[in-house]
């Protein structure tokens, strides 16, 4: 089985995008900028947020980040997102999700110019996705339809499930791999938590991609011999043997899996770090402003 290496190719991912800043630096263009806002204390957040701008460092971009506290008003939030959508400076920004609950997720996003949003998260570049047309990929399926191409998975005709509906995740991926296009070209079933008899589904997936958020859900018995499996999921499972009490797991049971598929991402190490340079990858273009 190859296990796909999300991490190595992030790694090398990141040095083909600074050596493009540096050549760009050298040329006397335009640095691309990154800013995140982060409100409250979020630990998972935190991390998510600070991985983000390690990297951005690693590449040679610049980056700010903005920290609001937890009681910060939706007022406070939606000013910060027009002073960055207003700042010639930044070429894109991203708020991280989730908000405190007295924050209306949806007017945050709606807020954000779609120029600048590099999360792809606005109707308006979903829209333009769906139609096919330049636009910011939601970071995590970019991140995913990169790792399918470099790793020259085909997906012309193939059968792909995926596991979850979310607006982040799940629907723009079965969007993405039903798209004419290379990855694309796929037959695409989308399963929630109301489909009936999973299963069914899961065996017959040349290519099955889990973005549920249940731990270790996906069992060997519900994948086809030699599948490719893309496990999304980062869940976190209480341990007691490890020092902080819990570890990381997918929504894919690798260890059940490993002597039946072709190819797999792991756990951490696969999909997460893919989102990252996805978003860099989105800022890179938003520099050049071609979206
Ligand atoms: P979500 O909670 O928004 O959506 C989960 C989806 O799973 C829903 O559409 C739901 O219908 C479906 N679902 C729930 N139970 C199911 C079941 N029993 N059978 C079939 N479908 C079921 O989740 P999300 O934001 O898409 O995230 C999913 C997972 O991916 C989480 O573990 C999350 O932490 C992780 N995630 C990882 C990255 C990354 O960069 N690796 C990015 C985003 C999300």
């Known amino acids: 089985m190859i296990v796909i290496d999300g991490k190595g190719l992030a790694k090398k991912i990141k040095e083909e995008l600074k050596l493009e800043v540096d050549a760009i630096r050298s040329a006397g263009g335009k640095i691309p900028h990154l800013a995140a806002v982060l409100v409250g204390e979020d630990p998972a957040s935190q991390v998510y947020v600070r991985n983000k701008v390690r990297s951005c460092e690693q590449c040679g971009f610049g980056s700010t980040l903005h920290r609001l506290p937890a009681e910060a008003t939706e007022a406070d939030v939606l000013e910060l997102v027009d002073q960055l959508n207003r700042n010639q400076e930044i070429d894109g920004f991203i708020v991280q999700l989730p908000l405190p609950k007295h924050i209306n997720e949806e007017k945050v996003t709606l807020a954000i110019d779609p120029k600048k949003d590099v999360d792809g998260f606005h109707p308006v570049n979903i829209g333009r996705m769906t139609l096919g047309l330049p636009c910011y990929l939601p970071a995590t399926p970019n991140g995913i339809m990169e790792m399918l191409s470099r790793y020259e998975i085909e997906t012309n005709g193939k059968e792909v499930v995926v596991l979850g509906r979310s607006n ?23 399963c929630h938590s109301r489909t009936k008899d999973l299963e069914a589904h899961t065996r017959r997936a040349d290519i099955l991609i889990a973005a549920i958020g249940i731990p270790e859900m996906v069992t060997a018995d519900m994948v086809k011999e030699g599948a490719v499996v893309i496990d999304v999921g980062i869940n976190r499972v209480d341990d007691d043997s490890r020092e902080r009490g819990y570890r990381l797991a997918g929504d894919v049971d690798f260890a059940g899996l490993k002597n039946k598929v072709s190819a797999m991402t792991p756990v951490p190490g696969g999909v997460g770090p893919m989102t990252v340079v996805s978003l860099l990858m989105n800022t890179l273009k938003a520099s050049k402003g071609i979206v």
Do not use: Y
């Open 168 to 190: 982040i995740v799940g629907t723009p991926m079965s969007v993405l791999l039903s798209r004419k296009g290379n990855p694309g070209n796929a037959t695409v079933t989308i």
